[in-house]
Nanobody, 116 residues
Framework: QVQIEESGGGLVQPGGSLSLSCVVSTSSFSDHPMAWYRQAPGKHRDYVAG???????DYPNSVKGRFTISRDNAKKMVYLQIASAKPEDTGMYYC??????????WGQGTQVTVSS
């Protein structure tokens, strides 16, 4: 089975930067797309970044130009760099591995708080 663990969350001021990491335990990490989501209290979980097994990236307009997703297949890790942080970026950030249709695996999340 796949095990996922996020880290790097914390408090950052508006306009600041923060880097999140996700380590994935699977024998076939390089074959799977990965994604980051965030969820504020009382709200639905929103997609914020995706990366294919080949390295192509995708972002919604809300974070485009500020967030950067990357991966290191040798280390079985995926990263999310947050720049020019906004208060609305606050939330629990989750890393997701996509093994196939209806076969998604999530980490426990890491909290990011953007506040002055």
């Amino acid at each position: 089975q796949v095990q996922i663990e996020e880290s790097g969350g914390g408090l950052v001021q508006p306009g600041g930067s923060l880097s999140l990491s996700c380590v994935v335990s699977t024998s076939s990490f390089s074959d799977h797309p990965m994604a980051w989501y965030r969820q504020a209290p009382g709200k639905h979980r929103d997609y914020v970044a995706g990366i294919t097994n080949d390295g192509s990236t995708d972002y919604p307009n809300s974070v485009k130009g500020r967030f950067t997703i990357s991966r290191d297949n040798a280390k079985k890790m995926v990263y999310l760099q947050i720049a020019s942080a906004k208060p609305e970026d606050t939330g629990m950030y989750y890393c997701k591995a996509i093994l196939g249709p209806n076969d998604e695996h999530w980490g426990q999340g890491t909290q990011v708080t953007v506040s002055s």
